[in-house]
RNA sequence: CGGGGCGUAGCUCAGCUUGGUAGAGCGCUCGGUUUGGGACCGAGAGGUCGCAGGUUCGAAUCCUGUCGCCCCGACCA
């Protein structure tokens, strides 16, 4: 039977929600999709559950096509094996975590890697059993700092994620190639255009790991890409690092009075004012070489205190600091830091003063220091003297001060070379739609997931994990397909694939309209039949629009004619067609 | 966590500056008319004005506190 919009559990809404802000949020509450519940959760309605269904109907075809087997885990879990992954720790306030009457720790899962391991674990334990690829869709909660924008980032959404387990390298390269190849069939099909970056592999641990990005100026991770087809998250770019420089012509390091330089700018201009090179040209910011601290918070709770050494024409790039010094938390350094370490003249740091090595894990001070790719031996910078308003010139790496080693925390510029050697680099924004991981070792490792090989050798398991977000590209299909009118859903995620429209108050009209709604459906399409008495015609045809069903099929005052109405949502077109054709026009 | 904005009927909002019996449009119910672009007439139902305290003869309105929501930023395997 027709869905019948008379009785349908479907309410729109005439007016813009005053909560909504992005376009596919506002058209998915106003059409009747969604309701929110509280920040970042949202209910599901009728034919919002359609429109899930139908994109969950996808990514199983194409799960199956990759070879995996769905389960379902629960949501909610105890907390135990993420104990023993180190995640309850790692995963900080993001995780939703609660306690049952008996007072034990339980957690809603952000993802599952764990209690995948653990159920190989339970019924595996053979190297012929393998591989093995499973998924699931479930709801996944972390408890965002910020939700935002609807669905597209939410505290609660629906992801699809697999986890493949193999005991060779060869075999995760396999399961791994086999999702990825599986992911681009899906964003194909839902007509997702999708850039695949090199990504930070992060607290999931592993080494491999890809991302989709839905390019997007909306998006909230920035990626590079190069002209000769390099591709990578910022977090996962790496510098390349000009060969190290003879320094045996270098002049000797030297101090000068820098007054009133705290910063950069101010260093710049003084010293061309007061030092001009010999040369003749004037110093730039690329000359300076900047030294900020910062304090490393890991999950057990000790702090570090790290200085980060980078050319002065560069910021620092938290994302990327982040992700260099995970899973610890970054954060400036305060007075009472400053105060530990009186060496440390407070716009004036460098690696060096006139006493000895300042900075260094086998300095005076015993700060762990760590430098930019770019500030190889042999190149010679101005940099604080660990005096107030004094300013070292021609320090070089290497003969006057060693780092402890190198770090990816500068900003990433466009032109900057792309690490493979393919030509500079422009930035882009994405939104992240899929994820794939080669987790590799770790969660075995942790939770004991081994098998044995053909010799009889007991060995780890190797991991990957997949996942894709459906409810955020639920929201990003939305907010690609609508105009001013509503939603224009694209055929292969349409709640419906008809949308038929009685208009008019004679019966001929609702008979007409009743046996063409049965008809259509009789061709195997599913069918939103407009029946609503008493309903006026512009009220039917804004619903219709809002609701974004991209054929429609009005049947009113030509019915008694024999005649009704093809509507294309998307191109506006309408004509008129015989009633016994009308099946056949929809093609 | 920092900055900004907003909490009044189911929805969207006015009223607050200058204190005096709670408003509009839409939606909803009943009756009637209307039916190809969000119709009309008539009659209705519906609100602890986010919450608490204070000032006052009197508070949606002024003061203090508090809670919540939205946006920007920070954060975000």
Partial sequence: MPTRLSNYFLRTLREDPSDAEVTSHRLLVRAGYIRRQAPGVFAWLPIGLRVKAKIETVVREEMTNAGAHEVHFPALLPREPYELSGRWDEYGDALFRLQDRKGSDMLLAPTHEEVFTLLVKDLYNSYKDLPLSIYQIQDKYRDEARPRAGLLRGREFTMKDAYSFDYTDAGLDESYQAQRDAYERIFTRLGLEYVIVKADAGAMGGSKSEEFLHPTPVGEDTFVRSAGGYAANVEAFTTIAPPARDWTNLTGAEVLDTPDTPTIQTLV?????????PDGRAWTAADTLKNVVLTLMQPDGTRELVVIGLPGDREVDLKRVEVAFAPAEIEAANETDFARHPGLVKGYIGPWSAAGAVLGEKSATGIRYLVDPRVVDGTGWITGANEHGRHVFGLVAGRDFQADGTVEAAEVR??????????PVELARGMEIGHVFQLGRKYAEALGLKVLDPNGKLVTVTMGSYGIGVTRILAI????????KGLIWPPE???FDVHVIATGREQVVFDTAESVALAIEGTGRDVLYDDRPKVSPGVKFGDAELIGVPKIVIVGRGAADGIVEFWDRRTGEREQ????????RLG
């Fill in 493 to 495: 995620v349409s709640p």
């Fill in 577 to 584: 067609v015989p009633v016994a054709e009308i099946a056949a």
């Fill in 414 to 423: 466009f032109g900057d070379p792309a690490p493979d050697g393919s030509g």
């Fill in 477 to 484: 299909i939305a907010e690609l397909n609508n105009d001013e």
């Fill in 269 to 277: 201009d003084r010293a061309n004012s007061a030092h001009p090179r």
